[in-house]
């Protein structure tokens, strides 16, 4: 399984709440499956991620590409002799048509930040698998650019039908939650470092067994246990509260354990 990580908005505001003032780095990342991050960035560039309101004429998933695609350009100097050769390696197969679209559609996208050029190739290559594996190129990929008010909906939202579609779980698909904390301790006393890591790797069950999401299990299950703890009275405080004091998180973590979800604590200092 090849993941990969980029921070998940402001860091900074979780360090506040976790109390870890002391912290030399603090960074709060999302795991994804590797070439991710690539695809997304990619639609960012090309401007289907944006809130601006979808153009009335779009009936399609490629009449909302084209519709990004038009305006000013600016010359992107991250495209340049490799990215167009691994293009033209991935499009020669496609409709004349397609294939121009795609084209113009990747010379928005910045590749700066990759490193090498197999990452380049790799990238390019998700990124015209995914896009047409979610419709840009078939004409009955409908979509619907206005609310049921008329009024335009966001770019974002248009594509989001779409995604929300074609990456739907069917019958025999099983989600999976990958959570790993990752720290990097220090001995005041004498200056020795260690790292300790807590990781969490669980699948949930098809719908075709009747089994449940582990997504639904950890939400779920969650907001249960400290529903109880309302309801026996074990929470004292009041108000809209975040798990964020022991009396709150232990009893909630202990119960999760025994319903079969935790996490696997492994550390280079076994005393620590």
Known sequence: ?????????????????????????????TLRFTGFSA???AFHDIGLTS??????????????LQSRLQGAHHHNASVGPRSVQVIDQV??????????????????VDFSFLQDSRQLENAIKNIVKTMVFLGFFDPE??????????????????????????????????????????FHLMDPA?????????TMVASGKCKADRGETIMSQTVGIT??????????????????????????????????????????EESANPRA
Not at 6 to 11: A, I, Q, V
Not at 51 to 64: F, I, S
Request: charged share 30%; hydrophobic share 35%.
């Open 39 to 41: 695809i997304i960035s």
């Open 190 to 198: 004498n200056g020795s470092r260690w790292e300790h890591t807590s």
């Open 1 to 29: 399984m090849k993941l990969e990580t980029y921070p998940n908005r402001d860091s900074l505001v979780f360090q506040e709440r976790f109390k870890m003032h002391d912290c030399e780095t603090f960074i709060r990342g």
């Open 223 to 264: 907001c249960a246990i400290a529903t109880r703890l309302v309801l026996d009275r074990k929470i004292n405080d009041r108000g809209v509260l975040s798990p964020m004091t022991k009396d709150i998180y232990e009893p909630i973590l202990n119960e999760l354990e025994k319903q079969g979800i935790g996490m696997v």
């Open 51 to 64: 809130d601006d309101p979808c153009e009335a004429h779009v009936r399609t998933l490629r009449d909302l």
């Open 141 to 182: 990929c409908k979509v619907s650019a206005k609310d049921k008010a008329g009024k335009s909906r966001p770019c974002l939202d248009v594509l989001g039908d779409v995604m929300g579609k074609k990456l739907a779980l069917n019958d025999y698909d099983r989600d999976l939650v990958v959570m790993r904390h990752v």
């Open 91 to 108: 499009t020669n197969a496609m409709d004349k048509e397609d294939q121009s679209l795609l084209r113009t559609a990747l010379s928005r």
